[in-house]
T-cell receptor, first 115, second 113 residues
Framework: AQSVTQLGSHVSVSEGALVLLRCNYS??????LFWYVQYPNQGLQLLLKYTSAATLVKGINGFEAEFKKSETSFHLTKPSAHMSDAAEYFCAVSTPTSGTYKYIFGTGTRLKVLA | DAGVIQSPRHEVTEMGQEVTLRCKPISGHNSLFWYRQTMMRGLELLIY????????DSGMPEDRFSAKMPNASFSTLKIQPSEPRDSAVYFC???????????FGPGTRLTVT
C-alpha cells in the first residue's frame, strides 16, 4: 500500500530564507511523486512531479525537489522564500493500478512567511 | 482548456437534506477522483473511476455517500441524508490515461447545519 508522511503541519520561515518541506513515502513499487500547492479557498495546483527521470526535479515559482530512493524521501526546497509562497503544500504518491493511477496525498504543511 | 469544473462552489443545507455535487472533468481525461478535505483528516480519497467505471470506493465513509459517472464528461457525488459532520470541501480531480498527473477542480464547500 502507498502512503505519504509530511513532517511538520506548520512551518514558518523568514522572507528570503531557505524553505524546506519534508515528505517521506512508502510504496511497494517505484512511485511517481508530486508536490501540490493550495492557496486559500482554491484547489490544488501542481508544483512539480517526479516520474523516474532525473532525481532532481524543478518546478514552478523556483521550487525544486529531490527524489532519494535510499531515504524514501521527496523533500521540497526553495532557496529564498517570498511572501507569496505562503500557502499549504501537499506531497502525493501515485502508482499504476487497474489501468489508471491512484493518488494518495499527505496531510499537508502550511507554510508561513514572516516579513 | 477549461479545467475541471465543479458546481456548486458553495452549498449550505440542513441536516437530513440530500446534497448533490457535480463535476465535469477535463476533456480527454479517463480517470476521475473525488476527494474530501477537512482540517481534522486532511485530503481523503473517497472514490475514483477509470473509463466511467468505479475502481475503488473504499474511501466512501458511509452508505449515505454515493457517486456515479454516467458518461466521460460528468460525475456526481450524492449525500443522503446529510449530517453536520459531512461539512467539508469536496474536490473533484481528473487525470489522463497516458501519464500520471491529476488536475483539481476549485472545490465545493459544503456546510450542513
Amino acid at each position: 500500500a502507498q502512503s505519504v508522511t509530511q513532517l511538520g503541519s506548520h512551518v514558518s520561515v523568514s522572507e528570503g530564507a531557505l524553505v524546506l518541506l519534508r515528505c517521506n513515502y512508502s510504496s511497494s513499487v517505484p512511485p511517481y511523486l508530486f508536490w501540490y500547492v493550495q492557496y486559500p479557498n482554491q484547489g490544488l495546483q501542481l508544483l512539480l512531479k517526479y516520474t523516474s527521470a532525473a532525481t532532481l526535479v524543478k518546478g514552478i515559482n523556483g521550487f525544486e525537489a529531490e527524489f532519494k530512493k535510499s531515504e524514501t524521501s521527496f523533500h521540497l526546497t526553495k532557496p529564498s522564500a517570498h511572501m507569496s509562497d505562503a500557502a499549504e503544500y501537499f506531497c502525493a504518491v501515485s502508482t499504476p493500478t487497474s489501468g489508471t493511477y491512484k493518488y494518495i496525498f499527505g496531510t499537508g504543511t502550511r507554510l508561513k512567511v514572516l516579513a | 482548456d477549461a479545467g475541471v469544473i465543479q458546481s456548486p462552489r458553495h452549498e449550505v443545507t440542513e441536516m437530513g437534506q440530500e446534497v448533490t455535487l457535480r463535476c465535469k472533468p477535463i476533456s480527454g481525461h479517463n480517470s476521475l477522483f473525488w476527494y474530501r478535505q477537512t482540517m481534522m483528516r486532511g485530503l481523503e480519497l473517497l472514490i475514483y473511476f477509470n473509463n466511467n467505471v468505479p475502481i475503488d470506493d473504499s474511501g466512501m465513509p458511509e452508505d449515505r455517500f454515493s457517486a456515479k459517472m454516467p458518461n466521460a464528461s460528468f460525475s456526481t457525488l450524492k449525500i443522503q441524508p446529510s449530517e453536520p459532520r459531512d461539512s467539508a470541501v469536496y474536490f473533484c480531480a481528473s487525470s489522463p490515461r497516458d501519464f500520471p498527473q491529476v488536475s483539481f477542480g476549485p472545490g465545493t464547500r459544503l456546510t450542513v447545519t
